[in-house]
């Protein structure tokens, strides 16, 4: 029969109810409906647990942008490079390719190459009798100028060279048979797509040459990642503070 049950300054109401897993009769407590006064002090067994539950703050410098369902990781040099994160070190990659670029399309192979051997040699045999002058009239004892460069250890090792070559042949391998079944017609959409894309790039031959056709494609490498995540920033910038209100 159900009768009152006292436990500190709050009064509970327990009954006899059957278990079906015991053939006692374990008595169960009923927690009366609204704010208790015993969740600060011990409650006996058998008690119902108060569950818990947790409280989530949004925090702007601690959310994670996720973008398409995933989160995608930054890292690599080329992405780093072409996303511009270092400054100075995508200005001078840029910078000397474009160089390059722009003087294979003025000269010759052959005169670009002299043209930098040159230019580094002068720059070597300048450092180097600049750095003996200046021990001579300053009678110190520094030696070399570039003796750290010269003491480092640049030979290849034949266990890294052969992991370089075996990792290239799996590649080169897997070009060579795709390139076969192309020419053979295994796959005859296959093939007639590559001859549509050649088709196209005769045209495109007959406009720009291919020195051309490699700068126009450094100068987007470096622009459209830049320009499509400033703008892709920007425009999803109301939709996350609209989403945060």
């Given at each position: 029969y159900p009768f009152p049950l006292s436990l500190g300054s709050e009064v509970i109401r327990a009954e006899v109810l059957p278990s079906p897993q015991s053939s006692g009769t374990p008595h169960r407590f009923k927690r009366p409906a609204g704010p208790s006064t015993m969740d600060g002090i011990h409650k006996p067994s058998g008690y119902p647990a108060v569950k818990a539950h947790a409280v989530t703050t949004r925090c702007p410098q601690l959310r994670c942008r996720h973008r398409g369902g995933k989160t995608k990781a930054r890292d690599g040099s080329v992405h780093d490079l072409l996303y511009w994160r270092d400054v100075k070190k995508s200005g001078m990659v840029f910078g000397a390719i474009m160089v390059l670029l722009l003087s294979l399309a003025a000269f010759s192979i052959i005169s670009v190459v002299s043209y930098l051997v040159l230019s580094l040699l002068t720059v070597t045999i300048s450092f180097r009798i600049y750095k003996?002058?200046?021990?001579?009239?300053?009678?110190?004892?520094?030696?070399?100028?570039?003796?750290?460069?010269?003491?480092?250890?640049?030979?290849?090792?034949?266990?890294?060279?052969?992991?370089?070559?075996?990792?290239?042949?799996?590649?080169?391998?897997?070009?060579?048979?795709?390139?076969?079944?192309?020419?053979?017609?295994?796959?005859?959409?296959?093939?007639?797509?590559?001859?549509?894309?050649?088709?196209?790039?005769?045209?495109?031959?007959?406009?720009?040459?291919?020195?051309?056709?490699?700068?126009?494609?450094?100068?987007?490498?470096?622009?459209?990642?830049?320009?499509?995540?400033?703008?892709?920033?920007?425009?999803?910038?109301?939709?996350?503070?609209?989403?945060?209100?």
């Open positions: 003996s002058v200046m021990q001579a009239v300053q009678k110190s004892d520094e030696g070399h100028p570039f003796k750290a460069l010269l003491d480092q250890d640049i030979t290849l090792s034949s266990d890294s060279f052969q992991k370089k070559v075996s990792s290239s042949l799996v590649h080169i391998n897997s070009a060579l048979k795709y390139i076969v079944r192309l020419f053979l017609v295994e796959d005859l959409i296959d093939s007639l797509k590559l001859a549509l894309f050649m088709w196209l790039m005769t045209y495109v031959g007959a406009v720009f040459n291919g020195i051309t056709l490699l700068i126009l494609g450094v100068l987007v490498a470096f622009i459209a990642p830049v320009v499509y995540e400033k703008y892709k920033d920007s425009s999803q910038a109301p939709r996350s503070i609209k989403e945060e209100n």
